[in-house]
C-alpha cells in the first residue's frame, strides 16, 4: 500500500536532485517516489534511473520530451498509484520527522476509515545565500490536528495561501478535478491548488514544517526580472485560476472568499509586473486581463474592482499607476525575503 505519491518534476537538476531524493526516500515502502526527467540535458536522467535501479519497489524514473513543471506534473499524476498525491520541486526537499508525522496520519486514517480530502501543512522559505529561513503557517485559519469542513475556518493572513508547497491531495480528488496545468509555463502552482478546492470537504491541517522551499537564486521564477519575461505566461495563469471560481460542486462562503482572494492577489502581481514594464503594450495587457474577468462573471470583477488587494493595481490614471508601483516598492522593501 502506497499512502502517498511524491512527483519530481526534474529538468536539469543534477545540482539539487539527490538532496530532494534523499529527503523523500525516509518515507521508506509507504511511498512511491516519481522522477520526472524532464527533457533533461545534464545528468538529471541518469541519477533517476540509478535510484529506481536501487530501489526498485519505492522509485520510478518517467524520461518525457521536455513540456515544462506543468507536462511533468500531469504526467506525475498519470502516474501515480499512491493514495495520496505530492509534487516536490528538485530542488526543494521534506522535513523528515514531520514527513514520518505525515505518513503516520495517512496510514491511521486508512486503518479507521477515515476520510480526508485535503492535507495541510507548513512550509519553509529557506535561503541558503542570506542564511534567512520563514515560516509559514496556518495555525490562525484551520483547527489542529483535526478533521474539518470550510464552515471551520477562520480569516486567512496576509501571507497565507493554500499554495503547492503546503498541500497534500488524496489522488481520486484531484482526478475528479480535471485539472491539467499547461506545458512549457511557469506559476501553475496557484492553478494546481485551486482547481480541486471545491471537491474538497474534509480537511486537516497538521502544524509540521514540512517543506523547505530553497529561494534565492538570481535565475529562479520568482525572481522580479524572470516574472517580468514570463509576463504572457502569468497573464495565461491568471485567467486560468479565475476560472476556478466558476464552479457548483461547494456550496461553501468561505472557500468562495478563498477563491476570489486568490484570483485578486494573482491579478494584482501580474497588474503590477505589466506597470513595471511601463510600455503601451503592457498596459493593454493589464486592460484585456481585467477585461476577460469581466467577461466571465461581472460580480466576481466588481467584487475585485472595489474590495479587494487587486483594486489598487487598476487604477487607471497615471496618478493612481504611480502610486500602485510606489506602494509596491515600499511593500518589497518592508517584507523582502528573497
Same mark, same amino acid.
Given at each position: ?160 495561501? =493554500?499554495?503547492? /508547497? @503546503?498541500?497534500?491531495?488524496? +489522488?481520486? #480528488?484531484?482526478?475528479?478535478? %480535471?485539472?491539467? $496545468? ?121 467584487? =475585485?474592482?472595489? /474590495? @479587494?488587494?487587486?483594486?489598487? +493595481?487598476? #487604477?487607471?490614471?497615471?496618478? %493612481?499607476?504611480? $502610486? ?15
Amino acid at each position: 500500500m502506497k499512502y502517498l505519491t511524491f512527483a519530481i518534476p526534474s529538468y536539469n537538476s543534477e545540482d539539487y536532485l539527490q538532496r530532494c531524493v534523499d529527503s523523500l526516500l525516509k518515507g521508506g515502502d509507504r511511498v512511491e517516489i516519481l522522477i520526472i526527467d524532464d527533457g533533461s540535458t545534464d545528468q538529471t536522467a541518469t541519477i533517476a534511473d540509478n535510484y529506481a535501479a536501487q530501489y526498485p519497489n519505492i522509485v520510478k524514473a518517467i524520461h518525457q520530451k521536455n513540456a515544462g513543471h506543468g507536462g511533468a506534473v500531469n504526467n506525475g499524476l498519470a502516474h501515480a498509484s499512491g493514495k495520496y498525491f505530492k509534487v516536490v520541486d528538485s530542488d526543494d526537499w521534506l522535513d523528515e520527522k514531520a514527513l514520518q508525522s505525515v505518513l503516520d496520519h495517512l496510514e491511521s486514517w486508512d486503518k479507521h476509515g477515515q476520510n480526508v480530502d485535503m492535507l495541510v501543512c507548513n512550509y519553509v522559505y529557506e535561503n541558503f545565500y542570506q542564511h534567512k529561513s520563514f515560516v509559514v503557517n496556518y495555525r490562525h485559519v484551520f483547527p489542529t490536528d483535526q478533521i474539518c469542513g470550510w464552515d471551520d475556518t477562520k480569516r486567512f493572513g496576509v501571507t497565507q495561501y =493554500l499554495i503547492m /508547497h @503546503s498541500l497534500i491531495f488524496k +489522488t481520486n #480528488i484531484l482526478r475528479r478535478s %480535471g485539472v491539467q $496545468l499547461p506545458e512549457h509555463t511557469f506559476y501553475v502552482d496557484n492553478l494546481f491548488a485551486d482547481k480541486p478546492l471545491p471537491l474538497v470537504h474534509k480537511i486537516c491541517y497538521l502544524d509540521l514544517d514540512l517543506y523547505r522551499y530553497f529561494i534565492g537564486r538570481a535565475d529562479q521564477s520568482i525572481s522580479e526580472d524572470v516574472m517580468i519575461s514570463r509576463i504572457d505566461q502569468q497573464i495565461r495563469v491568471t485567467k486560468l485560476v479565475a476560472d476556478c471560481t466558476q464552479h457548483n460542486d461547494n456550496p461553501s462562503p468561505k472557500l468562495r472568499t478563498y477563491l476570489v482572494r486568490s484570483v485578486s492577489v494573482m491579478l494584482a502581481v501580474s497588474s503590477v509586473h505589466l506597470l513595471l514594464m511601463g510600455t503601451e503594450e503592457a498596459l493593454e495587457k493589464r486592460h484585456d486581463m481585467w477585461q476577460y474577468v469581466k467577461k466571465l462573471d461581472k460580480r466576481l470583477y466588481w467584487r =475585485l474592482r472595489l /474590495h @479587494s488587494v487587486s483594486a489598487w +493595481t487598476y #487604477i487607471p490614471t497615471k496618478l %493612481g499607476r504611480f $502610486l500602485t508601483v510606489a506602494g509596491y516598492r515600499t511593500s518589497r522593501l518592508l517584507v523582502k525575503f528573497q
